[in-house]
Nanobody
Framework: QVQLVESGGGTVQPGGSLTLSCTAS????????MAWYRQSPGAQREVVAS???????TYAESVEGRFTISRDNAKATLYLQMTNLYPEDTAVYYC????????WGQGAQVTVSS
């Protein structure tokens, strides 16, 4: 059974930083294409950043230069380092994995507020 477990969400002031983690189990992590999505109330879920099994990275324009996606295959863990956070970054952030089919994490709330 494949599981994606996220951690690291929380509340931070504008301009602050947070790092999200997503640990996978039940599957060969190295072969997964992975991504972070987010969803704000009333909005559609949107991709924030992705990293392929070959380490190619892509970012949404809104987070380019502020967020960094990375993965540690030895730890079967995906990361999202978020810096210079804006109030509009407030959302539930989801870990996503794909290998022939897709899996989702349970979501981690990130709130940016003064």
């Amino acid at each position: 059974q494949v599981q994606l477990v996220e951690s690291g969400g929380g509340t931070v002031q504008p301009g602050g930083s947070l790092t999200l983690s997503c640990t996978a189990s039940g599957i060969f992590f190295n072969a997964l294409d992975m991504a972070w999505y987010r969803q704000s109330p009333g909005a559609q879920r949107e991709v924030v950043a992705s990293i392929g099994s070959g380490m190619k990275k892509t970012y949404a324009e809104s987070v380019e230069g502020r967020f960094t996606i990375s993965r540690d295959n030895a730890k079967a863990t995906l990361y999202l380092q978020m810096t210079n956070l804006y109030p509009e970054d407030t959302a539930v952030y989801y870990c996503y994995a794909y290998l022939g089919r897709s899996w989702w994490g349970q979501g981690a709330q990130v709130t940016v507020s003064s």
